[in-house]
């Protein structure tokens, strides 16, 4: 059970799961009323930014102390969201924020993996659950970052009135969640053999 974990990180990615759930379904009823929503995702935005921050320096702090490279990371997310708010209604998408959370989250899971290849312990990472965590931080973000610059080629429609982008956000969804689920599995396997 996460709940029981003694790092705190593990019960912050699960609240956080559960208020994008929450967010994901209070967005469906708004747009099912035929009200904006954008609102709610730029409010959402905070919450998503100070997770994943938290859980890549969480990750990163087992092989360096990151606190340097968190600092101009995170200060530079913050300034793009308070740009936005004095420049651009809120009811509008932020997606300058968006952006530059993605770059900044991609090249942190790089920075990761530089770091994971350059530990000489063994880590084997069919089991490690921060490995897996990140990895899905990385194809979530990356693969948001590319559809953001080629978001004019995404705009055809496949299914119904899904559109590329919207089958490729799904995707990237599932990989995301997918993988998260695995490394919560990866890291109780963990806890039970310490224990």
């Given at each position: 059970?996460v709940w029981?974990?003694?790092?705190i990180?593990?019960?912050?990615v699960?609240?956080?799961?559960?208020i994008?759930?929450?967010?994901?379904?209070?967005?469906?009823?708004?747009?099912?009323?035929?009200?904006?929503?954008?609102?709610l995702?730029?409010?959402?935005?905070?919450f998503?930014?100070?997770?994943?921050?938290?859980?890549?320096y969480?990750?990163?702090?087992?092989?360096?102390?990151?606190?340097?490279?968190?600092?101009?990371?995170?200060?530079t997310?913050?300034?793009?969201?308070?740009?936005?708010?004095?420049?651009?209604?809120?009811?509008?998408?932020?997606?300058?924020?968006?952006?530059?959370?993605?770059i900044?989250?991609?090249?942190?899971?790089?920075?990761?993996?530089?770091?994971?290849l350059?530990?000489?312990n063994?880590?084997?990472i069919?089991?490690h659950?921060q490995?897996?965590?990140v990895?899905?931080?990385?194809?979530?973000?990356?693969g948001?970052?590319?559809?953001?610059?080629?978001?004019?080629?995404f705009?055809?429609?496949?299914?119904?009135?899904?559109t590329?982008?919207y089958?490729?956000?799904?995707?990237?969804?599932?990989?995301?969640?997918?993988?998260w689920?695995?490394?919560?599995?990866?890291?109780?396997?963990?806890?039970?053999?310490?224990?």
């Amino acid at each position: 059970m996460v709940w029981k974990d003694r790092y705190i990180f593990w019960k912050i990615v699960t609240c956080y799961i559960a208020i994008a759930l929450c967010t994901e379904l209070f967005a469906i009823y708004l747009a099912s009323h035929h009200q904006h929503n954008l609102w709610l995702f730029n409010i959402f935005l905070i919450f998503e930014s100070s997770t994943i921050l938290y859980g890549l320096y969480y990750c990163l702090q087992e092989y360096t102390n990151p606190k340097p490279i968190f600092f101009i990371g995170s200060g530079t997310v913050c300034l793009t969201y308070f740009y936005f708010l004095v420049t651009q209604p809120f009811s509008e998408s932020n997606t300058l924020t968006i952006s530059v959370m993605s770059i900044v989250f991609t090249l942190y899971c790089l920075y990761y993996y530089y770091l994971l290849l350059k530990d000489e312990n063994f880590i084997n990472i069919k089991i490690h659950p921060q490995f897996w965590w990140v990895t899905g931080v990385l194809f979530y973000y990356f693969g948001s970052t590319m559809s953001n610059i080629f978001d004019g080629m995404f705009t055809i429609k496949i299914i119904g009135i899904a559109t590329l982008r919207y089958c490729i956000y799904v995707l990237l969804n599932l990989i995301l969640y997918s993988l998260w689920v695995y490394s919560f599995i990866c890291r109780m396997k963990q806890r039970k053999l310490q224990s």
